[in-house]
């Protein structure tokens, strides 16, 4: 069988094979070189065939599915089959966890239904089942969720428990009506989160020794920025693991809460409650805390509160959606901060991505094409890429790591954001894209992970 990695990096998916020939469904017509390396790696003639895009992802997907490139798991796979709707629920779960999957995703199709997760934050296809399995499964789902089985025409809500591994799992269903039928997102949480170190994140010494200075401080406003699944969460958290000495007031205001903290003090904000960050906070200030986390600045009110109980004698962390430390400062501008505001309280920006590991055992030396060493300035030696095996399922990587940028705001920075004159080139950082140009160089990841960042 044609790899996972290189299939994907090449957009080709075999068809079919007879007399000494193999098909290859290609989304693009391919190189001459991909059919000669193509010939080499099957020993079979190669023909090819090229499809419309969509007709390709269905059929890409289905082919490399996890159940139909792993053995083990497809026999597994055909043993549930027969049995019971519940116990393929279960099997589901419990493979959603093995996987260490964020989400599970069930998409209904015409005669079909694929179910997919999210793994290291890349969504893979793990099986194909038939509609009626499929129906049943969105049914049990629902009940578990207390969700009324007959509503199918609007977007639905809700949480059930799972037990697995005697670990208690949470998970949040989102159930969306398409043309398809419906389809349903569950996000995988945990009762209780890991308890991770500093050092246990990805930071290296000098970081974890910036982070506890500024974060044993009394006072003083902490930023983490970064997209939606970049790891902000697990390092807030585990700052507030490191404060949690039980002679701390620490409240945390979250939307939503999503893990439970012994000794931190949670709140949920709700809109239709007209529980919002920036009301809660005020009430919050009567509560005696001595640090507060507040889940995202996502308005005005919310950011001058922030500062102003930072600026009055408190430790406060939040979240911005940005993608580095300066357009941080950039978007509280935008939110109707002055620079002297800012300034007035801000300590620590801490900018971050998550990015892929290379599967050690099927990373593959190779040489990179001098166009893309002359872009990203890279030194002129060789680097590392995807394969696929086994062990990593064909994807290439077998983990995820966090990247950080740390910008202390010192007399310097605070100079010249009141000057409206901060940018990238004024400030003595290693920014996020030398970090991620410093883990393809170093072996952990691809070129092709971290273009996708820089």
Same mark, same amino acid.
């Given at each position: ?9 090449? %957009?080709?998916?075999?068809? =079919? ?45 289905? &082919? ?40 599970? =995703?069930?998409?209904?199709?015409? %005669? ?14 793990? $099986? @194909? ?12 789902? @629902?009940?578990?969720?207390? +969700? ?8 639905? /809500? !809700? ?30 949480? !945990?009762?209780?989160?890991?308890? &991770?170190?500093?050092?246990? #994140? ?66 949920? $904000? ?7 960050? =920036? ?21 005005? /009110?919310?950011? %001058? ?20 430390? $300066? ?78 940028? +740390?910008? $202390? ?37 691809? #070129?092709?992970?971290?273009? %996708?960042?820089?």
């Amino acid at each position: 069988m044609i790899d996972y990695s290189y299939a994907f990096s090449n %957009k080709i998916v075999p068809l =079919h094979q007879e007399n000494g020939s193999i098909t290859i469904l290609s989304k693009y017509e391919p190189s001459d070189k991909i059919k000669n390396e193509l010939q080499k790696l099957t020993d079979k003639n190669i023909n090819v065939m090229q499809s419309p895009v969509y007709n390709f992802d269905k059929y890409f997907e289905e &082919y490399y599915s996890i159940v139909e490139t792993n053995l083990d798991i497809k026999r597994e796979f055909e043993d549930i089959l027969k049995s019971d709707i519940d116990t393929l629920f279960t099997y589901i779960l419990k493979k959603a966890q093995d996987f260490l999957s964020s989400d599970i =995703h069930i998409i209904g199709e015409e %005669k079909s239904f694929i179910i997919k997760f999210r793994i290291n934050s890349i969504l893979r296809s793990f $099986v @194909k089942i038939d509609i009626n399995r499929g129906e049943s499964l969105i049914r049990i789902i @629902k009940l578990k969720s207390n +969700i009324d089985i007959s509503r199918t025409l609007t977007p639905l /809500e !809700g949480r059930f428990d799972f037990v697995i591994n005697s670990q208690s799992i949470d998970y949040r269903v989102s159930i969306m009506p398409t043309i398809s039928g419906e389809k349903i997102s569950i996000r995988i949480l !945990g009762n209780t989160r890991k308890i &991770y170190t500093l050092r246990d #994140i990805g930071l290296n010494c000098e970081e974890e020794k910036i982070i506890k200075e500024k974060i044993n401080k009394n006072a003083g406003f902490i930023l983490i920025t970064g997209a939606t699944g970049s790891g902000k969460s697990t390092t807030l958290f585990t700052m507030m693991h490191y404060l949690n000495d039980g002679t701390k007031n620490i409240i945390s205001i979250e939307d939503p809460v999503e893990y439970k903290i012994d000794g931190v003090t949670q709140i949920a $904000v709700s809109k239709e409650k007209n529980i919002e960050f =920036h009301n809660v906070l005020r009430f919050v200030l009567r509560q005696d805390p001595q640090i507060i986390n507040i889940g995202e600045i996502r308005d005005e /009110e919310t950011a %001058k509160l922030a500062i102003s109980s930072a600026n009055t004698g408190h430790l406060v962390f939040s979240t911005m959606h940005t993608n580095s430390s $300066v357009s941080s400062i950039q978007r509280l501008h935008d939110l109707g901060l002055e620079g002297f505001e800012v300034v007035s309280a801000l300590s620590l920006i801490i900018s971050q991505r998550l990015i892929r590991v290379l599967c050690p055992r099927c990373k593959q030396e190779y040489e990179v094409k001098k166009e893309i060493l002359n872009y990203y300035g890279l030194e002129d030696k060789r680097y590392f890429k995807a394969v696929g095996c086994n062990e990593c399922y064909g994807s290439g990587y077998i983990t995820q790591k966090a990247v950080f940028e +740390i910008l $202390v705001v010192d007399d310097n920075v605070r100079k010249l954001i009141k000057n409206g004159e901060i940018n990238e080139d004024n400030i003595n950082i290693r920014t996020l894209k030398q970090k991620l140009l410093d883990e393809f160089a170093k072996g952990e990841t691809s #070129i092709e992970e971290i273009s %996708k960042y820089i």
